[in-house]
């Protein structure tokens, strides 16, 4: 093969490569990928369908952690977990290897355009994703006190949501990585990370905030109540959720947004 | 032509508008060592990071083996290896993976990669350190490094930032006769550099460039020839009265570019100096001549001459 021609299968292998070197760096750290993954789920699953549910009526958090809770909240936790590993794969280190290292220098100088760059990153987190959010299936069969048992009756919607909401997380890490500045991330799990979780039907299904319409309308803007509702679709159908077809639709719309205003970010950092 | 530079102009806006590069036109043919001259803010860097595909021009063309950089960086990057002026070494894999990867992004299959890497890795004496992580390394090893690695995938151009900056006189040797290595090999090398003496030994031509623009080009010797092959002769006097007469006889002596009057006494530039000690020795003798001092032709006077400024203020 000649350099000086131009060959498609070049890029490829180019993106292979890509991918090659993050797994590399992840089967480095293997065990701080899954801890950093699966403590929070496992933290949450223990305590509000574990512990509270054997506290007895006596308590009134009982209620709140009854059996059924935990059905609610097995895609509400797959939905933060695709979240925060999007974020962790994606927005840490992108905005360390723009820093002052410039590390970033000898990936963008790979013979592939630079947006194909920026997807690999993408699809390298929500590879995390998908497996931080598929881990969360057995821990909500093991711990609860009532095993919950995840409940999909149609596959292709299952995985079509699965890898749809974990591009959509990768693509907000692009956003955040190539937007903000090192030292201002930390803040930003506070300010963005935190609230759009919280609000983001991950506790509760959508259909439920009935009563209070001007938060039910409100959460609409937040990309997080398409994953969960998404999965609670795809994974517990019998708890009420949207319909597919504008779940699909806001997270194609989400994704491709956020996507293309990452992009923007990451070019603008490497190309000056 | 492998590398040809077109009215290449870039200007930088932000709060403050910067004209980086302005206008610069420049050749290289294939195998040679180009050097590019120039103090800091020259126009040197962003010059390289337009041909590397990392900065886009305000205008002009670069092409590398007729391929333009803007229009078709990826094929480009295929083309070229860059050595940046700052250690950019991926942190997260040992030395011998920094290359291993390199090579797997340009398509090598996994045994050639491993082959490839291994025999950089001898050839720049790094093979001890193949398991160590780039923090670990001194700057002189890390450059090793990264020179390896930006030839690993054998391209034709090799871009060199400001290669020898921050290194020890040891390893900027040893960086010395790895780009005279490479150049045996057959690649087109250029350089950035604000030593005199790099640029001196190892480039086959040179570009002196200042405030953006190109101000000589040639090869070192000729440019030592046709612009500045002066002597300066500094002369330290006890007596300073009367001293124009002196300098306007002086101005008018054949091969005598210019005569001034200086703090401690005067200075004479010559394009020749044949024949002029005697006379000059004799001339100062009336005003208490307490030293003379004499510097030769180099790239060093031919820069001052250029841009009125000592390169490395």
């Not at chain 1, 506290?55 to 009982?62: F, K, V, Y």
């Not at chain 1, 090192?182 to 930003?188: F, N, T, Y």
């Not at chain 2, 020839?225 to 008018?252: I, N």
């Amino acid at each position: 093969m000649n350099k000086f021609e131009l060959h498609p299968g070049i890029y490829v292998k180019a993106f292979l490569g890509l991918l090659l070197r993050d797994l590399r760096v992840l089967t480095r750290e293997f065990l701080p990928f899954l801890l950093r993954v699966g403590m929070q789920p496992l933290l949450f699953l223990f305590v509000f369908t574990f512990i509270l549910p054997r506290m007895g009526n006596g308590n009134p958090m009982a209620v709140g952690g009854g059996t059924d809770f935990g059905t609610i909240l097995l895609p509400g936790l797959m939905a933060v977990a695709i979240m925060f590993s999007g974020i962790a794969a994606v927005a840490l280190p992108l905005s360390s290897e723009f820093g002052i290292t410039r590390e970033i220098d000898d990936r963008v100088m790979c013979p592939l355009p630079l947006w194909a760059v920026a997807l690999e990153k993408v699809c390298f987190s929500a590879m995390q994703s998908m497996v931080a959010a598929l881990l969360v299936i057995p821990m909500a069969y093991y711990v609860p006190a009532s095993p919950v048992r995840a409940d999909v009756r149609n596959w292709f919607l299952f995985l079509l949501v699965l890898v749809m909401a974990s591009l959509l997380a990768g693509s907000l890490g692009l956003v955040i990585g190539s937007t903000v500045n090192p030292k201002q991330i930390g803040l930003v799990f506070s300010i963005i990370i935190v609230p759009i979780t919280f609000l983001g039907c991950v506790y509760y299904p959508w259909a439920w905030l009935g009563k209070i319409p001007w938060l039910q309308y409100g959460v609409l803007f937040n990309p997080i109540v398409y994953i969960s509702e998404g999965l609670r679709a795809a994974v517990t159908p019998s708890i009420s959720h949207m319909p597919w077809w504008a779940i699909l639709l806001a997270l194609l719309f989400f994704t491709s947004a956020l996507a293309r205003w990452g992009l923007k970010g990451f070019l603008g950092r490497v190309l000056s | 032509m492998i590398v040809e530079i077109e009215k290449l102009t870039k200007i930088y806006e932000s709060k403050l508008r910067v004209l980086a590069v302005d206008g610069i036109d420049l050749v290289m043919k294939q195998g040679e060592i180009f050097g590019l001259l120039g103090p800091n803010g020259a126009g040197k860097t962003t010059t390289i990071s337009v041909a590397t595909t990392r900065t886009l021009p305000t205008s002009g063309t670069v092409r590398i083996a007729g391929i333009d950089v803007v229009k078709h960086p990826a094929h480009a990057r295929r083309l070229i290896g860059v050595v940046p002026q700052f250690n950019t070494l991926d942190r997260s894999l040992t030395v011998y993976e920094n290359i291993y990867f390199h090579c797997r992004y340009f398509g090598f299959s996994h045994s050639h990669a491993r082959a490839r890497s291994l025999e950089l890795l001898n050839q720049f004496m790094l093979s001890e350190r193949k398991d160590v992580y780039p923090p670990q390394l001194s700057g002189g090893l890390a450059q090793r490094v990264q020179i390896a690695r930006a030839i690993a995938h054998r391209p034709t151009v090799l871009f060199l930032d400001e290669p020898s900056a921050g290194l020890d006189p040891q390893s900027r040797m040893a960086m010395w006769s790895a780009v005279e290595g490479l150049h045996k090999e057959g690649i087109t090398v250029l350089l950035t550099t604000h030593y005199m003496e790099e640029a001196d030994s190892l480039s086959d031509r040179l570009a002196i460039i200042d405030h953006g623009r190109v101000l000589a080009l040639g090869s070192p010797d000729k440019l030592k020839q046709t612009l500045g092959a002066h002597t300066v002769f500094d002369l330290k006097l006890k007596s300073h009265e009367r001293l124009e007469p002196l300098v306007d006889k002086l101005s008018r002596h054949p091969g005598v570019t210019s005569a001034e009057i200086t703090a401690e006494g005067l200075r004479v530039i010559a394009a020749s100096s044949d024949g002029l000690l005697p006379e000059l020795v004799q001339a100062a003798a009336g005003h208490g001549l307490r030293d003379l001092q004499i510097t030769e032709p180099s790239l060093e006077t031919v820069f001052i001459q250029l841009t009125g400024r000592d390169l490395r203020e």
